[in-house]
């Protein structure tokens, strides 16, 4: 891509690396577990990748929205539960900066500045997840705390992270904490099972008057869902968007290399022209949903305000194609496609899911064609 700065250039080339050399000889057993790897988790924090986002001054590399996305999208590539624990890490940091007093960015950066912690986004609950304005989750001043009240569900790297972006319902509307891992009174569920992101761990949250300090209050009460219709939506774009390209990436090239090298009639099967014409398609629609994903994560850069039309458009398209060109990829593989030795299989599960969670799809076209319908 032209438009990369040098650095970025570096950066995108190092996570490649990382993602191949560090990443993907654990990927298969941590799928098949069902659970983190320890040697992913390792790598990720011994090569600086949780905490991209963090001012140099806290060992970070202050990631724009543009190299979040190259980042997230690197890693996808090769596994979508590592990226997914990037993808979460750099939530907190990312509202954090864009709402964070310098007395809580001091303090929070400080401790996620070892390079090892992980964070997770906490929205989502047992019966509100695409209906995010009506959560039950409580938050109660009580003199120089507030008490937590409510359950958390679909909460990804919830059983690991360190410090959790909780959103709740308090008297002026909802509002948004920074909610550390051994709060009082905050218990975390047993990891889930799961169809696709098999190894990136997912939990239920529980909030029994879990006591956080007034000063774990991110902007003032009531400022969360406004929050959420600005940094929230752009994650969709560097994050979401990001992660369902990379997977789309790395599915169409290991088709491509199965068919450079799987034989029939004599020929390798890329020779046959109704094969070309599927590679084709998916290398057509990955190419879009780059410029798609990354026209947004600039216009981010930027300074634009953010756009609903540019970051649920990006998310939406990206895992759409995720999932078109890694069902494709499969089929490519003939019946090797639907073994668990070959990894097109993971990625279609990991595609899939790309599609349901940080909005629906459908819906990303609602919030779409409500913003058409206001011009």
Not at 210 to 239: F, M, Y
Not at 357 to 373: A, C, E, S, V
Request: net charge neutral; glycine share 8%.
């Amino acid at each position: 891509m032209e438009f990369l700065t040098e650095e970025q250039r570096l950066i995108q080339e190092t996570v490649r690396r990382i993602s191949r050399e560090k990443i993907a000889p654990h990927v298969d057993e941590a799928y098949e577990k069902g659970k983190a790897s320890r040697e992913i988790l390792k790598a990720l924090a011994e090569n600086g990748l949780l905490i991209i986002s963090l001012p140099r001054e806290f060992g970070g590399i202050e990631a724009n929205a543009t190299t979040r996305a190259l980042v997230i999208e690197e890693l996808a590539k090769v596994d979508g539960s590592t990226s997914m624990y990037v993808f979460t890490s750099q939530t907190l940091p990312a509202f954090l900066l864009a709402y964070g007093t310098h007395e809580q960015k001091e303090r929070f950066f400080g401790f996620l500045s070892s390079g090892d912690k992980i964070c997770s986004f906490c929205l989502t609950e047992p019966n509100h997840g695409s209906d995010a304005r009506s959560i039950k989750t409580t938050a109660t001043l009580d003199g120089d705390h507030y008490k937590l009240n409510g359950t958390k569900s679909f909460i990804s790297s919830g059983t690991l992270a360190s410090l959790y972006l909780v959103f709740a319902r308090t008297k002026e509307g909802i509002s948004s904490f920074i909610v550390e891992r051994d709060t009082p009174g905050f218990t975390r569920g047993a990891p889930e099972k799961k169809f696709g992101f098999r190894s990136s761990e997912m939990c239920q949250l529980f909030f029994e008057d879990a006591t956080v300090p007034k000063e774990n209050l991110l902007g003032h009460e009531g400022a969360g869902w406004s929050q959420l219709q600005d940094c929230g939506a752009a994650l969709r774009a560097w994050g979401a968007g990001a992660q369902a390209l990379g997977i789309a990436q790395g599915a169409m090239e290991y088709a491509l290399k199965y068919a450079k090298e799987r034989v029939q009639f004599g020929v390798p099967i890329i020779k046959h022209q109704g094969l070309q014409f599927m590679l084709a398609d998916m290398a057509i629609q990955i190419e879009a949903a780059r410029s798609l994903v990354y026209r947004t994560t600039r216009m981010l850069d930027a300074g634009y305000k953010v756009i609903p039309i540019m970051t649920s458009a990006a998310k939406c398209f990206a895992s759409d194609v995720a999932m078109k060109v890694t069902t494709d990829a499969v089929q490519v593989l003939g019946g090797y496609g639907i073994m668990e030795d070959y990894a097109v299989h993971r990625m279609m599960r990991d595609a899939k899911a790309t599609q349901i969670f940080d909005g629906t799809n459908q819906i990303q076209r609602r919030i779409i064609g409500r913003k058409l319908m206001e011009r």
